[in-house]
């Protein structure tokens, strides 16, 4: 049975299950997507743009789908957001305080996983396990929890400098990744955290795996552009990141 949906368009949401199910979120409602894995499906695009955070309608998005104003003054599109070890909301403004208070000043983790391959990056306490599946990754591990998001960052640069800090979504997609032993890693990158922040390091974290609702996977990966085709019919066969 078909079933037509619309609206404006935002970062699925998920569920830790096994496999992951996924929810395509219109308007932010979840409508169930996991179960439309080996159907067809068409994506239309209606021609409107509209900012996530002030609703406006503009031409282009910036960032994870702002307006420009929204994109430059907003705490939560600083620098910060890509670079932590670079957080300086406690000295802005008020708006950047209370945006410190609530997402800076509380407890982060650092963490590998692996999506294309092994990879450290850094997140919230309350964005796991949503963070690895949002990366595709098939197996992640807690490495150190830290007080404050500007410590995760300087752990993170240091750390960047041994393996990636990036994912490439092609080769994530392609599933082509290798059995990795996250207890060796675990050892050599604790031995590489800076000695003033090596008292954050956690040994004992277990490994957390994830499988995703995926039939069959193609030999090329490519990518449409709805700027330039405008819709697309296409059978959706898994769905992973």
């Given at each position: 049975?078909?079933?037509?949906?619309?609206?404006?368009?935002?970062?699925?949401?998920?569920?830790?299950?096994?496999?992951?199910?996924?929810?395509?979120?219109?308007?932010?409602?979840?409508?169930?997507?996991?179960?439309?894995?080996?159907?067809?499906?068409?994506?239309?695009?209606?021609?409107?743009?509209?900012?996530?955070?002030?609703?406006?309608?503009?031409?282009?998005?910036?960032?994870?789908?702002?307006?420009?104003?929204?994109?430059?003054?907003?705490?939560?599109?600083?620098?910060?957001?890509?670079?932590?070890?670079k957080c300086q909301h406690d000295k802005g403004n008020e708006a950047d305080r209370a945006f410190y208070e609530k997402y800076c000043?509380?407890?982060?983790?650092?963490?590998?996983?692996?999506?294309?391959?092994?990879?450290?990056?850094?997140?919230?306490?309350?964005?796991?396990?949503?963070?690895?599946?949002?990366?595709?990754?098939?197996?992640?591990?807690?490495?150190?929890?830290?007080?404050?998001?500007?410590?995760?960052?300087?752990?993170?640069?240091?750390?960047?400098?041994?393996?990636?800090?990036?994912?490439?979504?092609?080769?994530?997609?392609?599933?082509?990744?290798?059995?990795?032993?996250?207890?060796?890693?675990?050892?050599?990158?604790?031995?590489?955290?800076?000695?003033?922040?090596?008292?954050?390091?956690?040994?004992?974290?277990?490994?957390?795996?994830?499988?995703?609702?995926?039939?069959?996977?193609?030999?090329?990966?490519?990518?449409?552009?709805?700027?330039?085709?405008?819709?697309?019919?296409?059978?959706?066969?898994?769905?992973?990141?």
């Amino acid at each position: 049975m078909s079933i037509i949906i619309s609206g404006q368009l935002q970062k699925m949401t998920h569920e830790a299950n096994t496999p992951i199910q996924y929810f395509l979120s219109l308007n932010n409602q979840p409508y169930p997507l996991t179960s439309r894995v080996g159907h067809q499906v068409t994506i239309r695009y209606t021609g409107t743009i509209s900012c996530i955070e002030c609703g406006r309608k503009i031409k282009k998005t910036y960032g994870d789908g702002y307006c420009f104003p929204c994109a430059r003054d907003l705490p939560e599109n600083d620098i910060c957001s890509v670079r932590p070890e670079k957080c300086q909301h406690d000295k802005g403004n008020e708006a950047d305080r209370a945006f410190y208070e609530k997402y800076c000043n509380i407890d982060h983790f650092v963490y590998l996983s692996q999506t294309s391959g092994v990879k450290v990056g850094v997140t919230r306490h309350f964005n796991i396990p949503s963070r690895w599946i949002d990366q595709g990754a098939v197996k992640a591990l807690i490495i150190a929890k830290v007080p404050r998001r500007i410590l995760s960052g300087q752990i993170e640069v240091v750390l960047a400098e041994q393996i990636s800090d990036k994912t490439n979504w092609r080769k994530m997609l392609l599933g082509e990744i290798g059995d990795v032993d996250f207890s060796a890693i675990r050892e050599k990158m604790i031995q590489c955290i800076p000695e003033r922040l090596r008292k954050y390091a956690l040994y004992e974290e277990e490994v957390k795996s994830f499988a995703y609702p995926v039939q069959s996977v193609p030999s090329k990966i490519s990518s449409h552009n709805l700027d330039k085709e405008g819709e697309f019919t296409e059978k959706l066969t898994g769905i992973k990141g």
